[in-house]
């Protein structure tokens, strides 16, 4: 009799704990499969549309300064104090341009021995040109002295050799029109050279140097023609 209810007990028992063990598998989440590995994704790439040209803009260019500017190579001194001193000695007052630097090439002259004319050639020498107005030497860059250059009307020994000036001359014998290509190739990029057919005029500017050297030929030009044998 005991050993029957020992036998019910451990059939008993062990139907417990398979039930049990049955419940919590039964609570536990089913096993995933594993992912397998997404390739990485690309960033679109642009499809250029068939036939179409491909449109490169090119990256802006770095601007010039503007103004000329001196060879870093050359010597330099500061241009402040030389405009002193050349103020000074010819009672004149200089009013600069923004786009000029602190220093100035001598081209190889003393600073002692800058007058105003000999300015004027240094301030050539250096991409600069100057005009009067108003009781005031403007020094600017020279490819804008052409709107300042004052108008000279006969030959003055006091202008100075590398101020630049506006002329106009008359012929008598010979069309000025005529003159333009023979007196271009004799004067720099930055002059002007205009013939003014109705009233045969020829309107010049340049430095008053060379505009002499100008009117000497246009003078050797103007003659009569020589008569014919």
């Given at each position: 009799?005991?050993r029957?209810?020992?036998?019910?007990?451990?059939v008993?028992?062990s139907?417990?704990?398979i039930?049990?063990?049955?419940?919590q598998q039964?609570q536990?989440p089913?096993?995933?499969?594993?992912?397998?590995?997404?390739?990485?994704?690309?960033?679109p790439q642009f499809q250029?549309p068939p036939g179409?040209?491909?449109?490169?803009?090119?990256?802006?260019?770095a601007?010039a300064?503007?103004?000329?500017r001196?060879?870093p190579d050359?010597?330099t001194?500061?241009?402040?104090?030389?405009?002193?001193?050349?103020e000074?000695a010819?009672?004149?007052?200089?009013l600069l341009?923004?786009?000029i630097?602190?220093?100035?090439?001598?081209?190889?002259?003393?600073p002692n021995?800058?007058?105003?004319?000999v300015?004027?050639?240094i301030?050539r020498?250096?991409?600069f040109a100057?005009f009067?107005?108003e009781?005031?030497?403007n020094?600017?860059?020279e490819a804008?002295?052409?709107f300042h250059?004052p108008v000279?009307?006969d030959d003055?020994?006091?202008?100075?050799?590398?101020?630049?000036?506006?002329?106009?001359?008359?012929?008598?014998n010979?069309?000025?029109?005529?003159l333009?290509?023979?007196?271009?190739?004799?004067l720099?990029?930055s002059?002007?050279?205009?013939a003014?057919?109705?009233s045969?005029?020829?309107?010049?500017?340049?430095?008053?140097?060379?505009?002499?050297?100008i009117?000497?030929?246009?003078?050797?030009l103007d003659?009569?023609?020589a008569?014919?044998?």
């Amino acid at each position: 009799m005991r050993r029957n209810n020992l036998w019910s007990t451990l059939v008993l028992l062990s139907t417990c704990a398979i039930a049990d063990a049955a419940a919590q598998q039964a609570q536990r989440p089913a096993a995933q499969p594993p992912q397998q590995a997404q390739p990485a994704q690309q960033a679109p790439q642009f499809q250029q549309p068939p036939g179409q040209p491909l449109l490169v803009v090119p990256q802006p260019a770095a601007q010039a300064p503007a103004g000329p500017r001196v060879n870093p190579d050359l010597p330099t001194v500061e241009l402040a104090p030389l405009l002193e001193r050349v103020e000074r000695a010819s009672n004149k007052q200089f009013l600069l341009d923004g786009r000029i630097g602190p220093q100035i090439y001598l081209a190889g002259v003393e600073p002692n021995d800058v007058t105003y004319p000999v300015l004027l050639s240094i301030l050539r020498a250096n991409g600069f040109a100057a005009f009067e107005s108003e009781g005031r030497v403007n020094i600017v860059p020279e490819a804008e002295i052409r709107f300042h250059a004052p108008v000279v009307q006969d030959d003055d020994a006091s202008i100075p050799a590398d101020l630049i000036v506006t002329r106009v001359l008359t012929t008598t014998n010979i069309e000025v029109v005529f003159l333009v290509p023979i007196l271009r190739p004799l004067l720099p990029q930055s002059a002007h050279l205009a013939a003014h057919m109705n009233s045969n005029r020829l309107l010049i500017m340049d430095r008053y140097e060379n505009i002499q050297r100008i009117v000497e030929i246009i003078r050797a030009l103007d003659v009569p023609a020589a008569p014919r044998q």
